[in-house]
């Protein structure tokens, strides 16, 4: 007997995706809950040595599922990450590079550190307030776990720059704060604890298929439940790629941005530079003269984050 498919999108908070399929009746139906976070910073979630996470409630929930520490977002702004999310494609590959203009920047004149420290005082308020929020998505989705398979996967889309390495905002660079970001799983198919492997969000598109139970995978993309070991490269880019863009600094000095474009985890090294023509491959594959390539650009000077 064939089962039929069927695919909800549901819009919650910032956004999910919801698939439900239908099964055997000796087996329960299938739900995948996709929930991308916009803008949410690592040490919002995790913590860090010099201060403490304000998502007490959405750690708890981690702690049961699988928390991916190393996992980088394909670019540091909102669009280009989820068109990657929903496609397995790479920016360059489905041609979202951008989204609308980033018109935040500190006014000339005004006091950056006092500035920053009330913007970073209100996004700490509003990660307390959606930490609340999403415990209680949580707890509705685990009420009928048992009548519904049910895997939740928990993303960031983006981090965003405090100042860190003259940054304000998100969308102009790849930094580790704009594109290290929080992502866990809670599935009966996934092991509880923490990876320290570096994943990308092609990768997502590929385990979420998985998952769903639906054939196929990104081009790319590793199917974490059981493929997470595999070796892989994680490789994205920044806003607008393929055009010089500018970033105003917080010392008010303005930036041409226009060598470092890509950025591939070499092990566990963050490398950002130019892979020419080679990193626009139709394949989106990063060879060894594209990475040689990042190599130069690293080594050659403009590299503001050559190395975590
Ligand atoms: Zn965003």
């Known amino acids: 007997m064939k089962h039929r498919r069927r695919l909800l999108v549901a819009a919650l908070g910032v956004g999910v995706a919801l698939t439900a399929a239908c099964t055997p009746q000796a087996e329960p139906p299938v739900r995948v809950v996709l929930i991308t976070l916009d803008t949410l910073r690592l040490d919002s979630f995790l913590g860090s040595a010099d201060r403490p996470g304000q998502m007490p409630r959405l750690r708890k929930w981690a702690e049961r599922g699988r928390v991916f520490e190393l996992y980088y977002s394909s670019t540091s702004t909102t669009q280009p990450t989820h068109a990657t999310l929903l496609t397995g494609l790479h920016p360059w590959e489905h041609g979202v590079p951008r989204n609308g203009k980033v018109k935040a920047r500190i006014a000339e004149g005004s006091d950056p550190a006092r500035i920053l420290a009330k913007a970073r005082g209100l996004y700490d308020g509003d990660v307390s307030y959606l930490d609340g929020a999403l415990d209680r998505v949580l707890v509705q989705l685990d009420e009928d776990r048992e009548e519904i398979e049910t895997h939740v996967l928990v993303v960031s889309d983006h981090g965003e720059s405090f100042g860190e390495g003259g940054s304000v905002g998100h969308g102009r660079r790849l930094t580790t704060e704009q594109i290290r970001v929080p992502c866990f799983g809670l599935s009966p198919r996934v092991a509880p604890g923490v990876s320290v492997r570096p994943i990308g969000t092609t990768d997502l598109t590929t385990t979420i298929l998985s998952l769903a139970g639906v054939a196929g995978e990104a081009p790319g993309g590793r199917d974490l439940v059981d493929r997470e070991t595999e070796p892989a490269r994680v490789v994205g880019m920044r806003r607008a790629f393929d055009r010089i863009t500018h970033e105003r600094r917080i010392d008010g000095s303005v930036h041409v941005l226009e060598g470092l474009r890509f950025y591939v985890l070499d092990g566990q090294d963050l490398v950002t530079g130019n892979f020419?023509?080679?990193?626009?491959?139709?394949?989106?594959?990063?060879?060894?003269?594209?990475?040689?390539?990042?190599?130069?650009?690293?080594?050659?000077?403009?590299?503001?984050?050559?190395?975590?």
Do not use: N
């Open 276 to 308: 020419g023509r080679a990193g626009r491959s139709r394949e989106g594959r990063i060879g060894p003269a594209a990475l040689r390539g990042v190599r130069g650009a690293v080594h050659g000077g403009d590299a503001p984050l050559a190395r975590r």
